[in-house]
């Protein structure tokens, strides 16, 4: 079963166990998939699908830091719960020292000595650490490392 099939299972036991809020988090991400698939014209993959939920969560964590300016505590509330929803279906993060180690092997592979260097780094990491750790936190430890 695909990760996809996983989810939508997971719909069917929200309903069955009258779950409103996770079943409506989990119709809003399938919705997501079916919007990709009918642009793009495409099944999508497993990897397609953790790529569609990475950028649901990023999307949810904008909204929740917008809505806590904004003081609105109700709504921030509803985002974190779906980022809560969706996180268990992304593979495991990088802890900070595995992200430092690996970008210090992305470092020396394309010789990176300054910080002028950050794009070669960022170019690589983005492809070989998809998944695992998110843009922001691989361009906070290359800057640090190569700072």
């Known amino acids: 079963m695909n990760l996809r099939d996983t989810i939508n299972q997971e719909v ?7 779950e409103t809020k996770k079943r409506d988090a989990l119709r809003l991400l399938t919705s997501a998939f079916k919007q990709v698939e009918v642009d793009e014209r495409k099944e999508l993959s497993d990897e397609d699908v953790i ?6 969560v990023k999307k949810r964590n904008d909204s929740a830091t ?3 300016d ?3 505590d109700d709504l921030m509330q509803i985002e974190l719960y779906e980022i809560s929803i969706y996180t268990p279906y992304l593979p495991a993060q990088f802890s900070s020292d595995e992200l430092s180690t690996a970008i210090k092997e992305i470092i020396s592979k394309v010789g990176a000595t300054t910080i002028k260097d ?11 650490l998809s998944g695992k750790a998110d843009g922001k ?4 430890c290359a800057k640090s490392l190569l700072g």
């Open 137 to 140: 936190r691989i361009n906070e």
């Open 118 to 128: 950050i794009g070669k780094v960022m170019g690589m990491a983005s492809k070989e």
């Open 51 to 56: 790529k569609i939920i990475q950028t649901q």
């Open 66 to 68: 917008q809505y806590k």
């Open 70 to 72: 904004a003081g609105r």
């Open 12 to 18: 069917k036991y929200a309903m069955k166990a009258k």
